[in-house]
């Protein structure tokens, strides 16, 4: 029987997001506070013909595919020659400001460097990740921090709220270009987002911390406004749109106001999400029979 690995790849949501100046090669420096949430996709590899599956039929599994770019970086630079059935069961919208494509990218690196016994250390794994997009990095390293520069500068911190989190999925995409496209830069932000993830709580966030892309998400995509005023309106201590959406998150002290609000929104059809207190993700690889 053939060896069945099996591993997480879970989201993160952006505790404020400040965007400080767009630089010479288009992209932006920024800096937010960057922590996990349980929604996840599930890998499932196995030796065989090297062969991408996709549970979401919408998603591309070619060379544009970020699992498929991970690959071809191992096979080019770190002398990955085995090939793999790699089958990922989606559920991390995309389009979501959530990391969904970085998260699995990282997964899928972490992943073949175990199977295929390929030597790299933490920090090789890094340097590939940046290669591929500026969340992997995070996902790499598996603990929540605080990101600067196009965001894969991580100091690790430690900002887990330790509160509930409750994530929407609008089922509409939102355009990372577009929304940094009509962001004005702020090199000097009223408050240090630093400061304010460990100083404050997050009552005090509502005043404190801010997304910057929600002034060029909200106008053209009214609905993501809507579910954040909806997470207020629930009971929800802080509530904000994640990376440049489309997704929204409120975050609540007590469960069954929590509880209340994911069901809520299940009921109203949108895809949704509930964090317990402290979370830690098990980024563990692990085999099975198959």
């Known amino acids: 029987m053939a060896d069945l690995w099996i591993s997480n790849s879970y989201a993160k949501i952006n505790l404020g997001l400040n965007v400080l100046e767009k630089l010479d090669s288009g992209y932006h420096a920024i800096e937010s506070g960057f922590c996990f949430i349980e929604w996840n996709d599930r890998f499932e590899v196995k030796p065989g013909r090297m062969h991408l599956e996709m549970s979401d039929p919408k998603i591309p599994v070619d060379e544009s595919n970020l699992i498929v770019k991970a690959i071809r970086l ?4 770190a002398g990955l020659k085995d090939e793999y059935n790699i089958k990922v069961e989606k559920n991390i919208p995309t389009g979501a400001g959530l990391g969904g494509g ?5 997964t899928a690196l972490k992943m073949m460097n175990k199977i ?5 250390t933490q920090h090789d794994l890094i340097e590939f990740g940046k290669k591929l997009g500026a969340d992997v990095p995070f ?7 605080f990101a600067t520069g196009l965001g894969h500068e991580i100091q690790e911190l430690d900002i887990q709220p330790d ?4 994530t929407v999925y609008p089922n509409i995409e939102s355009s990372t270009a577009e929304a940094y496209q009509m962001c004005e830069p702020n090199p000097e932000p009223e408050f240090s987002l630093k400061n304010v993830l460990l100083e404050e709580e997050p009552e005090e966030w509502r005043y404190l911390l801010l997304n910057e892309l929600e002034k060029a998400v909200f106008p053209r995509l009214h609905l993501v406004g809507n579910l954040k005023d909806q997470l207020y309106e629930f009971g929800a201590e802080y509530a904000s749109m994640s990376g440049s959406g489309s997704s929204v998150f409120g975050i609540f002290e007590q469960d069954f106001v929590a509880i209340n609000a994911y ?18 993700p098990d980024q563990g690889i692990y085999l099975k029979d198959d």
């Open 116 to 120: 295929a016994n390929l030597g790299l």
């Open 74 to 77: 191992l096979q080019q630079d």
């Open 163 to 166: 509160a509930w989190i409750v």
């Open 139 to 145: 996902f790499i390293k598996g603990e929540p921090g």
């Open 102 to 106: 970085s998260s699995n990218a990282a």
């Open 263 to 280: 069901e809520s929104f299940h009921k109203l059809g949108f895809p949704a999400n509930l964090t317990r207190p402290k979370f830690e």
